[in-house]
């Protein structure tokens, strides 16, 4: 066999020493496959410079852009790729990113194509099996693919403590011995965030709901479903008895992912959507008017969570502040507010305002959430259950001061070049 021919190459354009904006691109005798196709986590919102690694190169061809899931530091810069590199994704993944696209009007020029969860497809050289997996992110995915007898695993974003946490456990049983090399985030290296399970959440928020005379108002990421399931689990418990009432955009989420699964929808029991008048006005130019139109009978006008206030859990987030004010909306000293999102986006941007909005009303706090990532000690017990020859992070800030327990890290820069089978062959993997 002809290295030469045979080699595969493996660049981490991005996120080799940062959290997000995933872009790893593996070759094979000049046939490429991107693994995602991340928008860096610092970039803000409305910056519309480009985000492309300046080592992508987008005049060549791709075979296929392979997206682990709908967060946007793994699809955001989608739409400044070429429209002739096919995209390979999970069907709710497509939604949820198109959703999100129409909401921000971006046009995404390239043709979507889905994968199931384990069943083998090939793109040139290059087989790939999707598995399904637990993130906070609805449909994400790890990825195995290999090529030229080179098995690579790449993790996506993954955890082990959520609702999904058995499909994990069930692949770290069942996966074929040939991993040489894995890709692995490492978000939560370094850091001491919350991992306990959603049902543990569940358990807090029904003493939460049961122990607070008022409105409880809480902030959570409405792609989040499994904060979603926990939320509403906790509403529709007989001791809390409470209504969950989101906004249009984490309805729509609802509406378009029950779908996919026994999930709780806006025409369920317990679950009420506020029609705002932003919100309505956004739906009503982004051309989702008929949207609206249905979630009327399922509605709730602001005004209404100002009277009988035990009754509501309120998702709030900064757009719908001026509305909720406008309505008489306002937090008291009997009302708690809880963050459910990582604590760090507290200290500015929208979580920054919200903050202030309840503090400067004397509304307690009560922070209930727990990480959509891998504690270090599951980390650890993935890759020792994977046992690869090569472990390559990525999607961490730490993994130059906390490699202990990990076995066999080869550690790239973003941009550079690996010749993969090399450096499996050193370490008695395939030559
Ligand atoms: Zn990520
Ligand atoms: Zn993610």
Request: charged share 20%.
């Amino acid at each position: 066999m002809n290295s030469q021919i045979d080699s595969v190459t493996l660049t981490i354009h991005r996120a080799a020493n940062e959290i997000g904006g995933n872009c790893i691109e593996i070759a094979a005798n000049g046939e490429r496959i991107l693994l995602d196709a991340g928008r860096p986590l610092y970039a803000p919102e409305d910056d519309t410079c480009s985000f492309i690694p300046r080592t992508l190169n987008t005049e060549l061809p791709v075979a296929g852009v392979l997206l682990s899931h709908a967060h946007q530091d793994h699809y955001g810069i989608l739409n400044e790729l070429p429209a002739s590199w096919p995209v390979y994704c999970g069907k709710a993944t497509e939604s949820l990113i198109r959703l999100t696209s129409g909401i921000f009007e971006k046009t995404l020029p390239q043709q979507f194509r889905n994968w199931e969860s384990d069943s083998p497809f090939e793109l040139g050289p290059f087989r790939i099996t999707p598995f399904l997996t637990d993130h906070s992110a609805f449909d994400a995915y790890m990825l195995l693919i290999e090529v030229y007898g080179c098995g690579i695993l790449y993790s996506g974003d993954f955890r082990m403590h959520g609702r999904k946490s058995v499909l994990v456990k069930r692949l770290m049983d069942s996966l074929p011995p040939y991993v040489d090399a894995l890709i692995m985030e490492g978000t939560n290296l370094g850091s001491n965030k919350s991992c306990c399970s959603e049902e543990e959440l569940e358990e807090r928020f029904i003493d939460l709901f049961k122990s607070t005379s008022g409105r409880v108002f809480v902030s959570w990421s409405a792609q989040n479903i499994d904060r979603t399931v926990t939320l509403f689990k906790a509403c529709a418990n007989r001791a809390a008895g409470r209504t969950l009432v989101v906004d249009l955009y984490t309805a729509e989420v609802m509406e378009m992912l029950a779908d996919f699964g026994r999930l709780p929808r806006p025409s369920w029991g317990h679950v009420k959507v506020v029609v705002t008048k932003a919100f309505a006005r956004m739906y009503e130019k982004t051309g989702r008017g008929d949207f609206l139109q249905r979630m009327i009978p399922h509605g709730i006008s602001a005004r209404a969570l100002a009277e009988n206030p035990s009754k509501w859990v309120v998702m709030t987030r900064k757009s719908l502040l001026w509305d909720f004010e406008h309505c008489g909306v306002i937090p008291s000293p009997s009302d708690v507010w809880s963050w459910s999102m990582w604590g760090g986006y507290l200290k500015e941007g929208d979580g920054l305002v919200l903050k202030d909005w309840f503090e400067s009303r004397g509304c307690p706090a009560c922070h209930i959430h727990t990480s959509g990532h891998a504690s270090p000690s599951a980390l650890k017990e993935f890759a020792s259950s994977i046992q690869p020859k090569v472990l390559i992070p990525v999607h961490g800030v730490d993994w130059d001061n906390e490699p202990e327990g990990f076995a066999n890290i080869l550690r790239l820069a973003d941009g550079e070049p690996c010749e993969l089978r090399q450096h499996i062959a050193a370490r008695g993997g395939v030559a």
